[in-house]
């Protein structure tokens, strides 16, 4: 399995900006897909962004599309994740993945960083 760290989550005013960072170390992750999720209070956790690590498709979730942008830095084995825009419904605790299938259903996903609180306040 990949190991994973999240970083960089904290309270923020709405409209404000924040940038996640995600370690990874273990395994050859250059094979896995690399996405970030998010659970809310009272919800379930929601598919947010993904990566596929060799190629470098992008694909986002529709709420968060044109607000997040997702990037990978393979010297430094690391995903980010840059949020702007950020509305109180965004308030949750993200989540780093990895999964060997290219896919939005978090139960694919076998990696998973222990979380970053993202609070918005209004």
């Known amino acids: 399995q990949v190991q994973l760290v999240e970083s960089g989550g904290g309270l923020v005013q709405v409209g404000g900006s924040l940038r996640l960072s995600c370690a990874a170390s273990?395994?050859?992750?250059?094979?896995?897909?690399m996405a970030w999720f998010r659970q809310g209070p009272g919800k379930e956790r929601e598919f947010v962004a993904r990566?596929?690590?060799?190629?470098?498709?992008?694909d986002y979730a529709d709420a968060v599309k044109g607000r997040f942008t997702i990037s990978r830095d393979s010297a430094n084995n690391t995903v980010y994740l840059q949020l702007n825009s950020l509305r109180p419904e965004d308030t949750a605790v993200y989540y780093c993945?990895?999964?060997?299938?290219?896919?939005?259903?978090?139960?694919?996903?076998?990696?998973w960083g222990p979380g970053t609180q993202v609070t918005v306040s209004s």
């Open positions: 273990g395994r050859t992750f250059s094979r896995y897909i």
């Open positions: 993945a990895a999964s060997s299938f290219i896919t939005y259903d978090p139960r694919r996903y076998d990696s």
């Open positions: 990566v596929v690590w060799t190629l470098g498709t992008i």
